[in-house]
């Protein structure tokens, strides 16, 4: 029986590896861990932790295609982040320009969750604790 544990990372490819390194570390809080330049590849690896926990590879590529967001495309859907008070989140969120959509409830679970995005589109949620 396969025995998956966690999930280790998740990998996330910015059209503009300095721009989204400071939206994940100095709006979102993560902590840069390391970073890496991969000559072969003229690439930028940076590792992200959240609360000392290594979370996100974020890479940096020559001319990245795109990612589908609107409509919604098959594969990963969004990235979630639980905070103990959405509406703070939001407002924390909004001090450093960053858009949320307007807080609405799981009608599954009766929480609070918003959506907003990287500086690539990548959609991302705040869910309540």
Partial sequence: MLQLTAIHHIAIIASDYQRSKAFYCDVL???????????????????????DRYTIE???????PARVSHPEACGLRHLAFT????????ATLAD?????????????????????????GLPLELYQA
């Fill in 96 to 120: 450093k320009g960053v858009i949320c959509e307007p807080i609405r409830i799981d009608e599954l679970t009766g929480k609070q969750c918003t959506f907003f995005a990287d500086p690539d």
């Fill in 29 to 51: 809080g993560f902590r840069l861990m390391g970073e890496y330049y991969r000559e072969a590849r003229d690439s930028w690896k940076g590792d992200l932790a959240l609360q």
């Fill in 58 to 64: 974020l890479f940096s590529f020559p001319e990245p």
């Fill in 83 to 90: 905070v103990p008070d959405v509406a703070a989140a939001v």
